[in-house]
């Protein structure tokens, strides 16, 4: 929504609809975007702030920064500066059977550390395994590790059952160091087709939101921020993806 030439919300829930996406994460309850979701049966996740009603389930949505100790994921836990927020909210997602939201971006993380950190296992690419000693545990790709850490950390916080929900994840198609139309589809189409089977500590499908339907001109930051879309404001793809049917 962070554009002024973007489609009506009409327009957007048609291209969901035309492409076979069924589920939609906004940032604000915009009564145009939920007038046009009625009756589309897209599934919705929307952010309220602190207006949230007592008959929905509530959750947080998290960055990354509030894990430490990442690498293996094994050793993952909640980051002492913010253990004290962290660990009642973990407890009280495990009392309501409601999941923790993530933002989980191995581009950031592999555009901030890319002496240590493979662009093949960052995207989804062939090439490295990584074996996490702590569990036996084998890797393939960054997003797995990334996701397995933050279980780890719920487990130490004495939350094992909490879901994980990936609430946003993507790459950025230009802008920025490693930010190309080349790595962008790579990653975005191997992530959904991966986020099927989960992740080797919790198998089974991992719910995972994609960043973004839409290259946001007005969207501040970095150059990256404004070109996460799949879509140009004119519905144009950034390249091609096929969407799975579930």
Known sequence: ?????????????ALYRSRNIFAMRIY????????????????????????????????TAVKMDVVTDTFPPSRGVFNPNMSQ?????????????APLLANVYPYFAYRDNPRDINLNYATFRPGTTVRDDGNGLTYTNLFDAMVDAIYAALDKAGAPNVRI???????????????????????????????????????GVLETYVFAMFNENQKPGDPTERNFGLFYPDKRPVYPINFPNN
């Open 1 to 13: 929504m962070v554009g002024n030439n973007l489609p009506s919300p009409a327009d957007v829930v």
């Open 85 to 97: 927020q962290m660990v009642p909210i973990a407890r009280f997602l495990a009392d309501t059977g």
């Open 28 to 59: 604000n309850p915009d009564q145009g975007a939920l007038s046009a979701l009625r009756g589309s049966a897209i599934g919705l996740i929307l952010d309220v702030g602190a207006n949230l009603a007592a008959n929905i389930k509530v959750s």
């Open 165 to 203: 929900v990936v609430s946003e994840s993507g790459w950025p198609s230009d802008g920025g160091f490693a930010a190309s139309v080349d790595n962008a589809r790579t990653y975005n189409q191997a992530l959904m087709d991966h986020v099927r089977q989960g992740t080797p500590r919790k198998p």
